[in-house]
Nanobody
Framework: QVQLVESGGGSVQSGGSLRLSCATTSEYTYAIYCLGWFRKAPGKEREGVATIDEDGRTSYADSAKGRFTISQDNAKNTLYLQMNSLKPEDTAMYYC??????????????????WGQGTQVTVSS
């Protein structure tokens, strides 16, 4: 069982920054093979933003490269998404997700099993 709780969303002007946090709890920490951030904007499909695998390797959507950074604090069991140079098109509900499957392939191509409730990010012009 994995539980995820996001925080850190809010309203910010274009060019601003936010750091999202995702507190993770699991019966066995090593059972989490992939962690990721996703977002869903009104009228758009859900899209993957960034992922990190069990070896610490990261991947990013093209729209996030150079602006967003995904990281983990293993001691705190917390996943982060540092978002800089925010744009109005970044406005969305952001979700963190976890996948406990050991053979799902690259994290950026997996279907995730566990999801948080989301945190809203709104970027104004």
């Amino acid at each position: 069982q994995v539980q995820l709780v996001e925080s850190g969303g809010g309203s910010v002007q274009s060019g601003g920054s936010l750091r999202l946090s995702c507190a993770t709890t699991s019966e066995y920490t090593y059972a989490i093979y992939c962690l990721g951030w996703f977002r869903k904007a009104p009228g758009k499909e859900r899209e993957g933003v960034a992922t990190i695998d069990e070896d610490g390797r990261t991947s990013y959507a093209d729209s996030a490269k150079g602006r967003f950074t995904i990281s983990q604090d293993n001691a705190k069991n917390t996943l982060y998404l540092q978002m800089n140079s925010l744009k109005p098109e970044d406005t969305a509900m952001y979700y963190c997700a976890a996948d406990s499957g050991p053979y799902g392939g690259p994290c950026q191509k997996r279907d995730y099993d566990y999801w948080g409730q989301g945190t809203q990010v709104t970027v104004s012009s």
